[in-house]
């Protein structure tokens, strides 16, 4: 299948599905719309200066599906178990400091993509 561009709804027909099922492209988190201004999107910022950036790119710009940060509550959706527990373990001091939070709940999507 040839490379899908940003937003655009491809039809999952062509796969044995029914022709209302679709698929979108996966937009990185730094490159969503509803994170380029904001206090999320600083607070991002400030976790990919404190991240390496193997591990930003892995486990924040493309692991997570929804950042979810409001009144000093922050929610994250990661595509895995296995990014889950790396955000809630190892790098848990660096989002709490980037995000002025003092703690954080993180969630898996079962079966993603």
């Known amino acids: 299948m040839e490379e899908m561009e940003k937003g655009k709804?491809?039809?999952?027909?062509?796969?044995?599905?029914?022709s209302t099922i679709y698929e979108v492209r996966f937009t990185p988190v730094m490159e969503r719309p509803e994170y380029q201004e904001g206090p999320?999107?600083?607070?991002l910022e400030r976790l990919q200066k404190a991240m390496a950036e193997k591990d930003f790119e892995k486990y924040v710009n493309n692991g997570l599906i929804r950042v979810t940060f409001d009144s000093g509550r922050l929610l994250l959706i990661a595509k895995s178990e296995i990014y889950r527990t790396m955000l809630y373990g190892p790098f848990f001091g660096a989002i709490c400091?980037?995000?002025d939070v003092?703690?954080?709940?993180v969630v898996s999507q079962v079966n993603g993509y």
């Open 40 to 43: 999320t999107r600083e607070a």
């Open 97 to 99: 400091k980037a995000f």
């Open 102 to 105: 003092d703690n954080f709940r």
């Open 9 to 18: 709804r491809y039809s999952a027909e062509s796969k044995g599905y029914d």
